[in-house]
């Protein structure tokens, strides 16, 4: 992910426009391709050195930015070891221990503090011949020599550390991936994204929604002629920012997978005085997932459930849902898990993520307006819940959805 | 339901908002900050509105239950706190009108002292923000010796939540609206911190209706003070370290001492100060302020001769910041003040590394992990390793008060940077005088650095 000062974008009229680098360009290539084998090169050696040999590659024919946001993406692909003999906090406390006592037994300071600089090394305190001295002693009880204690002593600091390995990655994916971390960086300062296309077939809207689960977003469908989704942003006044807004940073490469057209639009707060803007983003060759595109996937948690309740005698089977429900005015519930028992139709199960007592009870309300007495909704029972009282389409559970809950709101609802 | 059918009202807490479920009457003056959510259908604000939004519901008046506020009263213990001097008096009397705003007060004047009293006042649970984990160790030992409460903690891998709970800014800003709901008072320690991006969110996610800020140094150069008065209220209370010190503080002096830089230093420096003035110069560059020197960092680093003047630039600066003799200088104040406790201070990291390098003394930069920080904060408190080195991260809010030697090796041009560090020394202790010295390179940038952090009337 990009930090907000290497995000890169024009404003003008209250919209943002990412400048995104063009992965076929041979500027790019080139940097992509340079920066990867100066990182590669580095294997072994200090960050420091790592570092230094960093912000000496200049790439003229690349925005300063760009190659600084590439930069910090292949930083992050980076390990780093801690290359030292002994362990240097206890060779900092031999030390320094060293140090105090020898410091306590110099001479008073009868001299002037202002004055001209010592010409050449002495053996008074805080002189180098002193230094080596006291440095030999506290490596000596360690059984080091004074040089090793020497470079051991900092060895854990970030710049000394050593470059272990760096992740693989082909030089031909970092441009990509610093254009979808441009988009991401935006959607972390995003009051509220929303998804429109033309009305997909059911599989791929499925798909959708199972992302928009699996990253626990809230969103809600507007009615409409096309597929109109609303997703709440990390500067929506009901989240947390941090965790929320990764979330949907994350989501975006798998927006990336989906059968295009879609579209993206949100409505962001920037800068300190945060500012209103607006971005759009629409599928185009220079974004690119880097997701690996798993068609109809389903999560493991729902292959999990689905397991464990079938691991059970009892008459109803669980399967993972495909079905959308369709309610009036374009709207539709998409449950997570379907539940079959011979001879009867099918009961539905979604599970809400972020329960919420007002949330809860609004779609208890649109359940019993659509006539839907086959569905069921599962949360996690905090208070304010609670509070709603009993409800037969309600399975409230304490940390996790248990087969035996929802077998027995299957025998309430289907006696 | 209808959001207009009804005015029978619940208040709830939702992580780290408040939710009023039901209607409100249809001409009712509502306030601005609360907006109906349509994903929840209910009227919601930010938690930091509770006191405002409970009374506005009063006035009106509304019937509604409050389900909001979780916090529980203070359990029956025994305060030991000392008696207050006449500032901790004024200060608390002025708070207590409205039980909102910002004390302003010097280092070592006793604002944690304070603090207790206002929570044993407030006689209801109290959450203390503080910026840093040495801080919060600090301020539990001082909850359980003053209020005689067992002190909660969050921050630095501990999770225990308590009648009167300790956090860190990082903690609560990740965290806040998991318990946002659980303190009726908030104090915020080194309340400047607060308003800095992001760390607003925190003032927003607690419900607290009583709000209590203390700093040594409210004003930010940012502006950024002004978001307190929202997030905590007005400051009701201010005293100097001029009208402090000798009677509650200690006696200090501050003394400059100026370094030479030598012929090799000196010669690497001035060709590094003129390429980068020059650089400004052609293009009518004056980096005088802060937004003209974000204009001249934004065109510099635009084409390989600006990249090379930022380097110049930060070159020149490294050589001010520790020229050789400055090494000596040092070396002999710590011959001189042996026995004493002394803390070093520098503006980076690289010069704190040299110099404890150097001399082989214990430092704490950002990078210093919990466990090796407490046990040389430890060595330092009981003299065991009496001198220490920080670049930044002491600034403010360690409580050592044996120090009395503060050595400025290099610093900005920051008035508060430098009132924090002096604040390091002024702890009273019988006997005690402080000594503030300020080590610069003569004929360089950090002159006139001096002159502009000398701003305060503490630089006496």
């Known amino acids: 992910m990009l930090t907000a000062d290497l995000l890169d974008y024009r404003r003008r009229s209250g919209a943002v426009t990412p400048r995104l680098l063009d992965p076929a360009a041979p500027a790019a290539r080139e940097a992509a391709t340079a920066l990867l084998a100066l990182v590669q090169g580095q294997v072994g050696q200090p960050r420091a050195a790592l570092d230094d040999a960093l912000r000496a590659a200049e790439f003229p024919a690349l925005p300063p930015k760009a190659a600084a946001g590439l930069t910090h993406l292949l930083l992050e692909r980076c390990t780093f070891e801690v290359a030292a003999s002994v362990d240097p906090v206890a060779l900092r406390r031999a030390v320094f221990d060293a140090g105090a006592a020898a410091w306590r037994g110099a001479e008073p300071g009868r001299d002037e503090i202002r004055g001209r600089p010592d010409s050449a090394p002495g053996s008074a305190p805080g002189e180098a011949g002193w230094r080596a001295a006291v440095l030999a002693r506290a490596a000596g009880a360690l059984g080091l020599d004074a040089a090793a204690a020497d470079a051991a002593l900092f060895a854990d600091l970030e710049e000394n550390q050593r470059l272990l390995a760096l992740e693989p990655l082909r030089a031909e994916e970092l441009p990509y991936r610093y254009n979808v971390a441009q988009v991401q960086g935006l959607l972390l300062r995003a009051e509220r994204v929303t998804l429109s296309a033309p009305w997909p077939a059911p599989r791929r809207l499925r798909q959708l929604m199972r992302w928009l689960k699996f990253y626990r977003l809230l969103f809600r469908q507007e009615p409409g002629a096309e597929l109109m989704l609303v997703v709440d942003g990390p500067l929506s006044v009901l989240e947390s920012a941090t965790r929320y807004g990764l979330e949907l940073a994350q989501f975006f490469p798998a927006l990336l997978l989906w059968e295009p057209p879609w579209r993206l639009d949100a409505e962001l707060r920037l800068g300190k005085a945060r500012q209103r803007a607006r971005l759009r983003v629409e599928p185009q060759p220079w974004l690119r997932s880097h997701y690996p595109d798993q068609g109809q996937w389903i999560p493991d948690e729902v292959l999990r459930f689905v397991e464990t309740f079938n691991a059970h005698t009892s008459p109803w089977r669980a399967a993972p849902a495909e079905a959308l429900l369709m309610l009036s005015g374009n709207r539709c519930l998409v449950p997570d898990f379907e539940f079959h028992r011979e001879g009867a139709d099918p009961v539905y199960l979604e599970h809400l993520a972020w329960p919420d007592a007002a949330q809860v009870m609004a779609r208890l309300e649109q359940l019993a307006a659509a006539g839907r007495a086959d569905y069921l909704l599962a949360c996690r029972g905090v208070p304010a819940v609670k509070a709603l009282g009993a409800h037969p389409a309600l399975v409230t559970f304490r940390r996790s959805l248990l087969p035996g809950l929802v077998r027995d709101a299957l025998t309430r609802l289907r006696p | ?460």
């Open chain 2, 1 to 460: 339901m209808n959001r207009h059918d009804s005015v029978a009202l619940r208040l709830g807490y939702d992580r780290g908002s408040l939710l009023l479920s039901g209607g409100l009457p249809d001409r009712c003056d509502r306030p601005a900050w609360l907006v109906w959510d349509e994903r929840v259908r209910a009227w919601r604000c930010l938690a930091l509105h509770y006191r405002a939004l409970v009374h506005w519901l009063t006035r009106q008046p509304l019937d509604f239950r409050d389900d909001a506020r979780a916090y529980p009263d203070l359990p029956a213990s025994e305060p030991r706190l000392p008696e207050a001097y006449p500032h901790q008096r004024e200060a608390l009397e002025a708070w207590g009108r409205a039980k909102r705003g910002v004390v302003e007060l010097p280092t070592g004047s006793g604002k944690t002292q304070l603090a207790l009293r206002a929570i044993a006042e407030v006689g209801r649970a109290a959450l203390v923000l503080v910026p840093t984990l040495d801080l919060l160790a600090q301020w539990c030992g001082a909850i359980e010796q003053g209020l005689g409460l067992p002190a909660g903690a969050i921050g630095g891998g501990v999770n225990d939540l308590q009648p009167v709970t300790v956090c860190t800014y990082a903690s609560a800003y990740r965290r806040g609206e998991q318990f946002g709901d659980r303190f009726c008072l908030a104090v915020f320690d080194e309340c400047h911190h607060l308003a800095g991006e992001g760390y607003t969110r925190i003032g927003e996610v607690l419900l607290a209706p009583y709000r209590l800020g203390l700093s040594a140094t409210v004003e930010r150069p940012d502006g950024g003070h002004q978001a307190l008065e929202q997030l905590i209220g007005p400051l009701v209370y201010r005293r100097s370290i001029t009208e402090l010190s000798g009677d509650y503080l200690a006696d200090y002096r501050v003394e400059t001492i100026e370094a030479e830089l030598n012929p090799a230093e000196r010669e690497a420096y001035d060709a590094a100060r003129e390429q980068y003035r020059a650089f400004a110069r052609e293009r009518g560059l004056t980096p005088t302020s802060a937004r003209a020197w974000q204009r001249f960092v934004f065109v510099a680093s635009g084409s390989p001769e600006g990249r090379a003047a930022l380097e110049a630039y930060r070159r020149q600066r490294q050589i001010a910041h520790a020229p050789e003799s400055k090494f000596a200088v040092l070396a002999r104040m710590l011959r001189r003040h042996r026995g004493e406790r002394v803390l070093i201070f520098t503006n980076d990291n690289r010069t704190a590394y040299e110099v404890s390098r150097r001399f082989l003394l214990p430092i704490i930069t950002h990078q210093t992990r919990t466990a090796e920080r407490r046990a040389i904060l430890e060595n330092f408190r009981n003299g065991i390793w009496p001198y220490l080195v920080t670049s930044r991260v002491l600034n403010e809010g360690v409580d050592v008060p044996a120090a009395n030697i503060a050595v400025i090796l290099s610093g900005t041009a920051s008035v508060r940077e430098h009132v924090q560090r002096l604040g390091r020394i002024l702890r009273k202790a019988p006997g005690k005088e402080a000594v503030l010295y300020e080590v610069l390179s003569r004929t360089t940038g950090e002159t006139y650095v001096s002159q502009r952090r000398r701003q305060h009337d503490a630089y006496r």
